[in-house]
């Protein structure tokens, strides 16, 4: 499968913890989003990367948060000092920079904080 | 700043039936729209986009969705719905012109849940 991979897909930890995600995505793809999902709710924009280059960064990206992509490959998420309110779905989107590009996402990793 | 409506929490369709999930949008400029769909605990699965051209999108499995600009629509359709289509759906819109600043994340709506009923 080349699709776009994701690392853990389910995380339970306490309250205070840090947590790393990594996302893969698909190969040739030279953008990659990563969006928080709650319930009940659609998929909000936190960050992009073009290649290694993080171009935008959503209000909700808390400076507990931070995203990076070293190589223009994977990219991880790390939340520090994690809260109850992060529990949620983080998803990982790819896509190849163009008119109309096609986000094409990972299966996401679930988030609970306790 | 752009946004996407789905006004409809919720769809119930017959198996066999024609079904439809509504979609409104706003943007500044002309829209790039999509449609994903999502089953229980996976990410999302593109279904379709409408770009430019006709305005009348064929996707996956069987759907497809009309571009309306007069009223800024842009409505998912099946003209026979399935058990197996029972999922969460979502529309979202990426505007074209994004003026001084760099703006390339796309928008999604809440979601439209459709059942399909045996």
């Known amino acids: 499968d080349t699709g776009v991979s994701q690392d853990p897909r389910h995380k339970i930890t306490k309250r205070g913890q840090n947590v790393t995600f990594r996302c893969d995505p698909i190969s040739e793809h030279n953008r990659l989003y990563w969006y928080r999902q709650t319930l009940g709710q659609g998929p909000e924009f936190l960050t992009y990367f073009q290649n290694e280059a993080q171009l935008e960064k959503s209000r909700l990206l808390s400076d507990r948060f931070s995203a990076e992509r070293p190589k223009g490959s994977f990219s991880t998420l790390e939340i520090q000092r994690t809260e109850q309110g992060d529990s949620a779905m983080y998803l990982c989107?790819?896509?190849?920079?163009?008119?109309?590009?096609?986000?094409?996402f990972g299966p996401g990793t679930r988030l609970l904080v306790l | 700043a752009q946004s996407v409506a789905q006004p409809e929490d919720q769809v119930n369709v017959a198996e066999g039936n024609p079904l439809t999930v509504k979609c409104t949008y706003s943007v500044s400029g002309n829209p790039y729209l999509f449609w994903y769909v999502q089953y229980p605990n996976r990410g999302l699965q593109f279904l379709l986009k409408y770009i430019t051209g006709d305005n009348l999108v064929k996707g996956s499995y069987g759907f497809e969705a009309e571009f309306n600009k007069s009223q800024t629509s842009f409505h998912l359709k099946k003209p026979s719905a399935l058990v197996s289509d029972s999922a969460l759906y979502f529309c979202?819109?990426?505007?074209?012109?994004?003026?001084?600043?760099?703006?390339?994340?796309?928008?999604f709506g809440k979601g439209t849940r459709l059942h399909i009923l045996p």
């Open positions: 989107a790819s896509s190849f920079s163009g008119q109309g590009e096609t986000q094409y």
């Open positions: 979202a819109v990426r505007d074209m012109f994004r003026g001084m600043n760099r703006d390339d994340k796309i928008i």
